[in-house]
């Protein structure tokens, strides 16, 4: 399930080079299943797309204690062709050697700030903030052209049964910074929910949060929000 960011464009000459967000784990899965919540950007020149990449936490059983962290995306114009982007090395351990999935033990009911910005290196980076400690980790950076970001998303992707107990994750501060260093904030988010026909379930949701200008998925619920509602995250 998505939420997409409603935020008004910023002028050609002043792109989107950095996007944030705090994503906090509140209901954990009780089952061995991957969960992944991500902030998705695509990688833009003049407003075309070459490309997307997906950042953020996920449970995987197949990790210590479940925790991992994922920065990965994949190729999306005529000219860059289709699959995978290419990247530098993880700059974390991996347990499964996943070129995009690295160890990283995050702890439910904690603030994590997700960045994707330019990378001083090359391409683009990823990186996580434990807000608790203070510590940032950088994943690795992919390797897209591309001189801003935009189509911005976070999503929750869960491989469990519909009927299967609930999980949630809470989304908020959400930013973006412009080449001027102006920031931006969406409005509001959109919503929108995977088809049953393709795999989907009834059981999400997407809610308002208990705190000003938060959201949250929820899995193994009640769905209270309609497909396609935006959710405003500004106080009239």
């Given at each position: 399930?998505?939420?997409s960011?409603k935020?008004?464009?910023?002028?050609?000459?002043?792109?989107?080079?950095?996007?944030?967000?705090?994503?906090?784990?509140?209901?954990?899965?009780?089952?061995?299943?991957?969960?992944?919540?991500a902030l998705?950007?695509?990688?833009?020149?003049?407003?075309?797309?070459?490309?997307?990449?997906?950042?953020?936490?996920?449970y995987?059983?197949?990790?210590?204690?479940?925790?991992?962290?994922?920065?990965?995306?994949?190729?999306?114009?005529?000219?860059?062709?289709?699959?995978?982007?290419?990247?530098?090395?993880?700059?974390?351990?991996?347990?499964?050697?996943?070129?995009?999935?690295?160890?990283?033990?995050?702890?439910?009911?904690?603030?994590?700030?997700?960045?994707?910005?330019?990378?001083?290196?090359?391409?683009?980076?990823?990186?996580?903030?434990?807000?608790?400690?203070?510590?940032?980790?950088?994943?690795?950076?992919?390797?897209?052209?591309?001189?801003?970001l935009?189509?911005?998303?976070?999503?929750?992707?869960?491989?469990?049964?519909c009927e299967?107990?609930?999980?949630?994750?809470?989304?908020?501060?959400?930013?973006?910074?412009?080449?001027?260093?102006?920031?931006?904030?969406?409005?509001?988010?959109?919503?929108?929910?995977?088809?049953?026909?393709?795999?989907?379930?009834?059981?999400?949701?997407?809610?308002?949060?208990?705190?000003?200008?938060?959201?949250?998925?929820?899995?193994?619920?009640?769905?209270?929000?309609?497909?396609?509602?935006?959710?405003?995250?500004?106080?009239?």
């Open positions: 399930m998505h939420l960011w935020m008004a464009n910023p002028i050609a000459d002043d792109p989107i080079i950095e996007v944030s967000v705090l994503a906090r784990v509140k209901l954990v899965p009780e089952v061995e299943r991957l969960f992944f919540w998705q950007v695509s990688f833009l020149e003049n407003g075309k797309p070459f490309g997307a990449g997906h950042m953020g936490l996920q995987h059983p197949d990790y210590p204690g479940g925790g991992a962290v994922n920065w990965g995306g994949y190729h999306g114009s005529a000219s860059t062709g289709s699959g995978e982007l290419p990247g530098s090395a993880l700059k974390i351990t991996s347990t499964l050697n996943n070129p995009n999935t690295g160890d990283y033990p995050w702890r439910p009911g904690r603030d994590y700030r997700y960045r994707i910005y330019r990378s001083p290196e090359r391409g683009w980076r990823g990186s996580v903030t434990d807000t608790e400690t203070g510590i940032e980790t950088v994943i690795r950076d992919l390797w897209c052209p591309g001189s801003g935009g189509q911005i998303v976070v999503w929750t992707e869960a491989f469990a049964h299967e107990p609930s999980v949630a994750v809470q989304w908020s501060d959400f930013q973006a910074i412009t080449m001027s260093g102006t920031t931006l904030a969406p409005d509001g988010l959109g919503v929108n929910y995977q088809r049953v026909s393709d795999g989907g379930c009834l059981t999400t949701n997407s809610v308002l949060g208990s705190s000003p200008g938060s959201v949250s998925q929820v899995t193994g619920a009640t769905r209270t929000t309609k497909q396609g509602t935006v959710l405003p995250l500004r106080v009239p």
